[in-house]
T-cell receptor
Framework: DAGITQSPRHKVTETGTPVTLRCHQTENHRYMYWYRQDPGHGLRLIHY???????DKGEVSDGYSVSRSKTEDFLLTLESATSSQTSVYFC???????????FGPGTRLTVT | TQLLEQSPQFLSIQEGENLTVYCNSSSVFSSLQWYRQEPGEGPVLLVT?????EVKKLKRLTFQFGDARKDSSLHITAAQPGDTGLYLCAGAAGTYKYIFGTGTRLKVLA
């Protein structure tokens, strides 16, 4: 299994508070991704990174920001959490552009 | 906007039956992947297909990429309860990115 962890695994937070989710890898893969998974929508790309300090928006990036200051860490921040951001968030890593992706175990976030 | 539609959305079959899951788009993909996801876990890659018309086999699973690279299918022979899960296709969509289908939830009854 690829060495990829996510923290926290579960979080409950209140509307309006900032939240940061962490993805950590030990594989030294260049590409990292944040997705959210909701019933009926499959996996939707939020942001992705193609190198340290190199990030770009996915299809559902509004309300989210990311940072990648080291190869191994990719942070996802919800600047002011809303109930519509209640979801399961997955991080993925890949060794190649559009290559195979390895997913973390997910973070279940509930915004009340 | 590129879309990947999967069908059927839900499938419940008896052990030993065969089934096919489809992944369709109006867009051309440079490659397409299939993943399986079990409850509470992240998706796990099953296969990547790259060439139009390509067929790959993984034990009882057969994957095919359409000639025009717009669609793909997953065929399972003699399904087993261990095949139960959510099957997702994902297409390489522009530089660095993928788009995922909405998934097919399969349940195989013993």
């Amino acid at each position: 299994d690829a060495g990829i962890t996510q923290s926290p695994r579960h979080k409950v937070t209140e509307t309006g508070t900032p939240v940061t989710l962490r993805c950590h890898q030990t594989e030294n893969h260049r590409y990292m991704y944040w997705y959210r998974q909701d019933p009926g929508h499959g996996l939707r790309l939020i942001h992705y990174s193609y190198g340290v300090k190199d990030t770009d928006k996915g299809e559902v990036s509004d309300g989210y920001s990311v940072s990648r200051s080291k190869t191994e860490d990719f942070l996802l921040t919800l600047e002011s959490a809303t109930s519509s951001q209640t979801s399961v968030y997955f991080c993925a890593i890949s060794p190649r552009d559009r290559g195979e992706q390895y997913f973390g175990p997910g973070t279940r976030l509930t915004v009340t | 906007t590129q879309l990947l539609e999967q069908s059927p959305q839900f499938l419940s079959i008896q052990e030993g039956e065969n089934l096919t899951v489809y992944c369709n788009s109006s867009s051309v993909f440079s490659s397409l992947q299939w993943y399986r996801q079990e409850p509470g876990e992240g998706p796990v890659l099953l296969v990547t297909v790259v060439t139009g018309g390509e067929v790959k086999k993984l034990k009882r699973l057969t994957f095919q990429f359409g000639d025009a690279r717009k669609d793909s299918s997953l065929h399972i022979t003699a399904a087993q309860p261990g095949d139960t899960g959510l099957y997702l296709c994902a297409g390489a969509a522009g530089t660095y990115k993928y788009i995922f289908g909405t998934g097919t939830r399969l349940k195989v009854l013993a």
